[in-house]
């Protein structure tokens, strides 16, 4: 038996380092037992340990010149941070399968690879947790003022995610301290410490009033569900949150605020808007009718007789999403759930997209989300409303709302969800698969992305290719993410 000692719960380096070093050297899976050194040090130089237990060295086998594809490197690198003690064996058995079978990784009913896949995405749930929970708290010392954030992570994704907190508040410090390690960004470089016990994290300020404050005027009580809302946050981190507290006083407040907002709301969009909304042409330029807000967007949107889709749907779909969200996304139509619920991607492909977007590390919440047509297309199949495509008209049409979202919302990256999408923010056919993958210039300034819509991967047959579109289709959300920032 081989023993590889690692030095700390994350050592990749170590890991490849040593499973390069066993492979070479023949030794099976079965004979390597994988540990983690017990000072956990993440501070020790990253080479592992390897020591002989029993039995003979073993010879060298025919993997001493074998390389792996970039796509398990990847992947076994954020598996590597989840919690399981399965992690380093199972990665060193998928890589030595990985010589007499190169294309293993397609094959996603594999038990090998699907584990390997969900620990990728339970440690990419995890950081994007992380992304949207970590609240910090103002602190002071000797420098000044440093914010502090405690923070508990289902896996060991801390190290990994630092950089978006760097990124995100680059002229603060701060210190993130969670049990595994704690973090720590003086405006220049970040650092890594040991991990932290919760007294060191400050408690009590003025930050949390301001939480406390923003989330409430973020709640809306008409969107009230409580299951939702625990599936999003989680009650394990609710007692990291100032305004965890105020959710019991907002359920029970809800209603009385929902009958508010209604009383409150303006019923009728201006006269201007209905005017753009009742005209029948096509190109119409931006005469004066243009809307101004996107609040004029979504009144005009549901009076919208630019074409005949209205006739047939429940009501008029807008987008949703931050004013000034620097990612926009473009749908193509609203489908049956979410013409009853009135917001967009909350049906079967919206799940897709939503897994999608946690396994990409993008905030939804960060996004603005829109449909290149704003009434739902279908035909009546008994009680069934079966999905029908918009007929480049129809797009045309519905330009108007989507080129005046484009307009007041001036998003830098613009995703397109699959080829209605790219006809109606180009203008143009546009072939997906070739195009996809890459960042493509729009006459506005917003640099565009074409990937795949979220339904096509509920549609696609063979599992493989299945798992690989959705892959693609992840990657691309990475990007388009990361030319937004
Ligand atoms: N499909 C879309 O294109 N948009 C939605 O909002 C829902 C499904």
């Given at each position: ?219 809306n009580p008409a969107r009230l ?28 407040g809800a209603e009385a605020r929902t009958t508010d907002m209604v009383r409150q709301a303006p019923s009728q ?29 979504a009144a005009?949107?549901d ?12 009501q ?26 009135g ?143």
């Amino acid at each position: 038996m081989q023993v590889v000692r690692l030095a700390h719960e994350t050592d990749f380096d170590g890991w490849r380092q040593a499973a390069r070093d066993l492979r070479a050297r023949g030794v099976a899976p079965e004979a390597a037992l994988w540990t983690v050194d017990g000072d956990n040090s993440l501070f020790r130089p990253a080479d592992a340990d390897l020591e002989e237990v029993a039995g003979s060295p073993p010879k060298p086998g025919p993997g001493a010149t074998f390389s792996v594809p970039k796509a398990f490197v990847d992947l076994a690198g954020r598996a590597i941070l989840h919690r399981s003690d399965e992690r380093f064996a199972l990665l060193y058995r998928l890589l030595w399968r990985l010589q007499d079978q190169p294309h293993l990784l397609r094959i996603a009913s594999d038990p090998d690879v699907a584990r390997a896949h969900d620990f990728a995405s339970a440690v990419g749930r995890a950081a994007h947790k992380m992304k949207a929970f970590v609240r910090f708290r103002c602190a002071f010392d000797d420098q000044g003022e440093a914010y502090v954030a405690w923070f508990e992570p289902a896996h060991r994704v801390v190290a990994a995610t630092a950089p978006f907190f760097a990124r995100r508040y680059a002229n603060q410090r701060f210190s993130i301290l969670t049990p595994d390690l704690c973090v720590h960004w003086d405006r220049c470089d970040l650092t890594v410490t040991p991990g932290a016990d919760p007294a060191d994290a400050p408690r009590e300020d003025a930050l949390e009033d301001f939480w406390r404050t923003y989330y409430a005027s973020i709640f809306n009580p008409a969107r009230l569900k409580p299951k939702a809302m625990q599936r999003e946050m989680p009650k394990m981190y609710w007692r990291n949150l100032p305004e965890a507290g105020l959710i019991p006083q907002l359920i029970a407040g809800a209603e009385a605020r929902t009958t508010d907002m209604v009383r409150q709301a303006p019923s009728q969009p201006s006269r201007r808007v209905v005017k753009a909304a009742l005209r029948n042409s096509r190109d119409a330029p931006y005469d004066g009718m243009a809307p101004t807000s996107l609040e004029e967007i979504a009144a005009g949107v549901d009076h919208c007789r630019r074409c005949d889709l209205w006739r047939d749907s429940t009501q008029g779909v807008t987008g949703e999403g931050p004013p000034r969200a620097r990612l926009m996304f473009v749908g193509e139509q609203p489908g049956d759930q979410e013409d009853l619920a009135g917001r967009p991607f909350v049906g079967p492909a919206g799940q897709v997209f939503d897994r999608a977007l946690e396994d990409a590390g993008v905030l939804r919440a960060e996004t603005y989300v829109t449909n290149a047509v704003k009434h739902f297309k279908h035909e009546l199949r008994g009680k069934r409303r079966i999905h029908q495509t918009p007929n480049p008209g129809e797009v045309a049409a519905c330009r108007w709302w989507l080129d005046g979202e484009r307009r007041l919302v001036r998003p830098r990256v613009i995703v397109m969800l699959g080829a209605t999408a790219a006809l109606a923010v180009t203008g143009k056919a546009t072939p997906i698969a070739k195009t996809r993958g890459q960042a493509l210039q729009l006459p506005d300034q917003a640099q565009g992305v074409v990937t795949y819509h979220p339904s096509y991967l509920l549609r696609v047959p063979d599992e493989a290719a299945k798992a690989a579109a959705y892959a693609m289709f992840v990657e691309d959300l990475r990007l388009a993410w990361k030319l937004a920032a």
